[in-house]
């Protein structure tokens, strides 16, 4: 099993940008589809993004389209989301997810999760 760890959220004003990083430890990490899921307080879990183990495919939810760019290096078992024109209802706590069974966008289908990393954008 992959193990995944977060980092790179923080507090940035609107309009801004950050990059979120997932480090992972254990199997091959190139073999895995990673993707990146959001939950704010009192929210279902959704997805954002997600990136092909090749790295030469990626998926967009539509609220994040043409603003979130998913990648990865797989010599440094890492993949990053890169975030530009934050929105305030970008707010949320950020997680990764690997080792996939089943759809894409559903959180049901991946058994590996980081702990979280959490974005605020203020106003």
């Known amino acids: 099993q992959v193990q995944l760890v977060e980092s790179g959220g923080g507090l940035v004003q609107a309009g801004g940008s950050l990059r979120l990083s997932c480090a992972a430890s254990?199997?091959?990490?190139?073999?895995?589809?990673i993707a990146w899921f959001r939950q704010a307080p009192g929210k279902e879990r959704e997805f954002v993004a997600a990136i092909y183990g090749s790295g030469d495919s990626t998926s967009y939810a539509d609220s994040v389209k043409g603003r979130f760019t998913i990648s990865r290096d797989n010599a440094k078992k890492t993949a990053y989301l890169q975030m530009n024109s934050l929105k305030p209802e970008d707010t949320a706590a950020y997680y990764c997810a690997a080792d996939r069974s089943g759809t894409l966008y559903s959180s049901s289908s991946y058994r590996s999760w980081g702990q979280g990393t959490q974005v605020t954008v203020s106003s």
């Open positions: 254990g199997r091959t990490f190139s073999i895995y589809t």
